[in-house]
Structures are given as C-alpha cells and as structure tokens.
C-alpha cells in the first residue's frame, strides 16, 4: 500500500512534467522513517540543464536538505528504469532501495547496457524493485511522443 | 600548445579542489570557436551534492549560458577519467571530443567497468584522448589522498 502510493505521486509528478513539455518521467525519495522528503519530474528543457532528470533533482534536493553527499537507508521511486547518468549517481549516494515502473531499452542504464550496478566501479548497489505500475509508466511516455510526432 | 593550455587550466581547477578539501578533478569546457567557456572542480563537499562532480559542473554552467541542453561541437578537459555518471551526461549533452588524463581503475566510465560510450543507449559517442598530463593529475589525487590516510 506505502509502496502504490509512493509510485502514484511518481507518476503524478511524470504527468506533471509532460503538461510542461518535459519527458514524463516522476521521482519520489522517501526517507528512512517513511517520510516523503523530494518529488520531482524532468526539467531538463526548462532549466536547459542535461542533468536534471527527476532522479538528479530529487537526490539533490534531499542531499542539500539533510547537509549530506549520501542518503543511506532512503528509497528512490522512478516512473523509469533509470539512465545510466541517474543509475550511477543512485550508487554514489548510497542509496537503498531502488522501486522502477517501465523498463527502457532505449536509455536504461540498470537492466540493459552498461547495466550500472554490475560492475566493481559502483562502489554501492541498492536493492532493485522493477515493473510497478509500469504499463501505466510505460503508457504515459508513449502517449507523449506519440503527440509529439 | 591550446590542447596543453586547456589541459593546464584543469590541472589547476584540481589543484584549487584539493585545497578546498574536495578529491582534486578539474574539468574545462572549450566551445566551437576555441574559447572556454567554463571551467570547475569537484565541489560535492561544499555543496553536499553528490552529482557536482567537475565534469556536470562545467557543462551545466555552459548549458545555462547557451541556453541550450546539449554542446555540439564542444570540447572538455578534464584531468581523470569521467565516471559513468559524468561520462552518461558526456554523451547526453553531445560534446564532441574529451580529452583526459589520469585513467581510473577504481571508479571510471569509459575504458573500463561499464563503459558507457560502448553501448546503444548511449545516443552520442565522443571522440576520446586520454593521458594528456596524465601523470601530473594522477600525482595529485595520490597525494590527496596520501594525506588523509
């Protein structure tokens, strides 16, 4: 149930961003004790800056929050299997639990490609959930490149 | 002469790093025309953010400036090879060439572990120089970290 409810505000957040131009992709970072702390979708377009996909905002805006390089113990939500730019930094910061919807072939950097956590230059590998409410993930990028065409 | 130029202005980002107290990186960003048009070290520390790694620092800030998401026909610097998260945002944002130093068994992107520029989902490949001043970045992390041993 906790963990639906955290993969809906991610999507709430990928549709967000899709309404402003962006590629649907939502994030959620929750706090050891449960607690929500950073939610973000892509502004990558808005802010022209390549590296602000939602994983990168949320783990930014919680690591200035808790004064920290590191989140042990925090669990990432992604609409999206994560790039392999998102995938590394998620070792970097240590982080827990790793909860995507969609895989993607075209980009994904943890089931497919460099596959990120399989190599000894990840210094960290979190648990990896994948699959939840991905058609739903799934169907929303579809729709907005399909509109984009 | 400009490559070694350009190579030294990073040297000396990783320098000014390390008296910060951060691993010494430094990375410079080259447009077009020859002229820089950023250059960084590593500030994780001081921000308590984990992605401000030399290499996205120096193409986020040339990104804002040039309004713009990606750098064509760009150049980067940087005195150690990329990680897999700098090198994933190297092919997101097009740079034409990277040019580096010091290799990086323990935690590099590009000659080894995932090797980011070797698969389909990386939608660019750079052309790559590597051990330009390599000796000279390589020393500098050693006696970085020689001394907070």
Chains 1, 2 share one sequence.
Do not use: W
């Not at 649907?24 to 022209?48: H, I, K, M, Q």
């Not at 994904?108 to 993930?137: K, N, W």
């Amino acid at each position: 149930m906790r963990f639906t409810s955290h993969m809906d505000l991610a999507l709430e957040e990928a549709r967000s961003a899709a309404a402003r131009g962006e590629v649907p992709v939502g994030a959620v970072l929750v706090d050891p004790s449960g607690r929500v702390v950073a939610s973000a979708g892509n502004r990558t377009r808005e802010l022209n800056d390549p590296s602000a996909h939602a994983e990168v905002l949320v783990i930014r805006q919680a690591c200035a929050a808790a004064g920290s390089e590191r989140l042990p113990g925090h669990d990432l939500y992604v609409t999206l299997e994560p790039c392999p730019f998102c995938a590394a930094l998620i070792a970097a910061t240590r982080i827990a639990r790793l909860y995507y919807g969609a895989g993607d072939p075209k980009s994904g950097g943890v089931a497919q490609g460099p596959r990120i956590f399989s190599h000894a230059q990840a210094h960290h590998v979190p648990e990896i959930y994948d699959g939840l409410a991905g058609d739903e993930a799934a169907q929303l990028l579809k729709a907005f490149f399909a509109a984009r065409r």
